[in-house]
């Protein structure tokens, strides 16, 4: 089976940084991706590892751990508008992309 | 360029009720993956579609079914509906080659079963 852990929640100021940690589980790994959701709107893509490291997208980087089975995403500079669902979504030699339960993100002023 | 759209927007149906909603995925892609989402969740994939057929299925009982048209354009049915069907159902599509990477989502279908 496939079974994926991230915090359920997490609370920053605007300004900081924060990091998003997600540990996963399952046969046939392929990738990493990372979604962002606003309430009432649909996911969005973020940023997607395969290999090992960090990839940064503007304020945005994830990094993968194939060996640990972990990866993060992180956020600089947080905005208000960063206020949002963030997911994890382990990516199978398939081609099924199976999300994480979310961390919802609070970014305070 | 069109992204993912999805038809309707919201839906009331009551138990025991048939439902089929619509998608059509972003220009280029030729996959369409389903997913639902209960409030405060993740969501859970159903199913996928390539080539007109279901390539792929999560944990879902039979009363979930699909179709994708020639146009790659696609359906969801859910027969004999449960108040546990209660959810918001995305469709997300992608190019085959992507292999899940990278999905386009559309802004779903609210659900409610009463």
């Known amino acids: 089976g496939q079974s994926l852990e991230q915090p359920s929640e997490v609370t920053a100021v605007e300004g900081a940084i924060v990091q998003i940690n997600c540990t996963y589980q399952t046969s046939g790994f392929y990738g990493l991706s990372w979604y962002q959701q606003h309430d009432g709107g649909a996911p969005t893509f973020l940023s997607y590892n395969a290999l090992d490291g960090l990839e940064e997208t503007g304020r945005f980087s994830s990094f993968l751990s194939r060996s640990d089975s972990y990866g993060y995403l992180l956020l600089q500079e947080l905005q208000m508008k960063d206020s949002a669902s963030y997911f994890c979504a382990v990516c199978s030699n398939t081609g099924k992309l199976i999300f994480g339960q979310g961390t919802t993100l609070q970014v305070k002023p | ?114």
Do not use: M
């Open chain 2, 1 to 114: 360029d069109a992204g993912v759209t999805q038809s309707p927007t919201h839906l009331i149906k009551t138990r025991g009720q048939q439902v089929t909603l619509r998608c059509s995925p972003k220009s280029g892609h030729d996959t369409v993956s389903w997913y639902q989402q209960a409030l405060g969740q993740g969501p859970q994939f159903i199913f996928q579609y390539y080539e007109e057929e279901e390539r792929q299925r999560g944990n879902f009982p039979d009363r979930f079914s699909g179709h994708q048209f020639p146009n790659y354009s696609s359906e969801l049915n859910v027969n004999a509906l449960l108040l546990g069907d209660s959810a918001l159902y995305l469709c997300a599509s992608s190019y085959r080659t992507d292999w899940g990477e990278k999905l386009f989502f559309g802004s779903g279908t609210q659900l409610s079963v009463l």
